[in-house]
């Protein structure tokens, strides 16, 4: 079956450490994004990549990290420098090209800073 | 800039009654337009699509939304509650030209369907 993976679905840090977020799709898709969910603000873009080894930030990117070197796959680092990581994180994937205007989203990850 | 604004955060319906979650939105270009369906811990399922084609837009589980870009909006209806349906349910924008990339969210309406 063809989709978005995310693990885990819950974690746990204690604050001031890094952790990372994990993100594959077997979609062949060529783009990736990542969004943070807190309740009552809808979805905020925090970093998303067109292709391999290439990737811009969105409007919240401060205190986040990710990379892009396979076309599967698109972790996300939250660092220590994020004020306020608890929060639900969403990846989502779209295809390139004319007609290809869905971006697809992957189950989420809840990550909890105690 | 592209803003989405959901008038009502929760929004509640008798099963089997009619259901409207509104959606206005600001564009300076004529913009593609997504209502998406989350359920509690779940990630986000598109429920239609507004691409510039015809305006009434019919998705999955008899939901459609309008286009109308004299009031700026993009309402979603579907004639008749499912206990199924209750879900919070997101308004999105994007602008055509960025190749959808940058997607604009509404803050969400609950919805709530009761017996």
């Known amino acids: 079956d063809g989709g978005i993976t995310q693990s885990p679905k819950y974690l746990f840090r204690k604050e001031g450490q890094n952790v990372t977020l994990s993100c594959e799709q077997n979609?062949?898709?060529?783009?990736m994004y990542w969004y943070r969910q807190d309740p009552g603000q809808g979805l905020r873009l925090i970093y998303y990549s067109q292709i391999v080894n290439d990737f811009q930030k969105g409007d919240i990117a401060e205190g986040y990290s990710v990379s892009r070197e396979k076309k599967e796959s698109f972790p996300l680092t939250v660092t220590s420098a994020q004020k306020n990581p608890t929060a639900f994180y969403l990846c989502?994937?779209?295809?390139?090209?004319?007609?290809?205007?869905?971006?697809?989203f992957g189950p989420g990850t809840r990550l909890t800073v105690l | 800039a592209q803003s989405v604004t959901q008038l009502g955060s929760h929004v509640s319906v008798s099963e089997g009654a009619l259901v409207l979650l509104r959606c206005n939105y600001s564009s300076s270009v004529p913009p593609y337009l997504f209502w998406y369906v989350q359920y509690p811990n779940q990630g986000l399922q598109l429920l239609l699509k507004?691409?510039?084609?015809?305006?009434l837009v019919k998705g999955i589980n008899d939901f459609e939304a309008e286009f109308k870009k004299s009031e700026t909006s993009f309402h979603l209806t579907k004639p008749s509650a499912h206990m199924s349906d209750a879900a919070e349910y997101f308004c999105a924008v994007s602008d055509p030209r960025g190749g959808g990339n940058k997607l604009t969210f509404g803050t969400g309406t609950q919805l709530k369907v009761e017996l």
């Open positions: 989502a994937s779209k295809d390139r090209g004319p007609g290809t205007d869905t971006q697809y």
């Open positions: 979609l062949n898709h060529d783009a």
């Open positions: 507004y691409t510039s084609a015809a305006t």
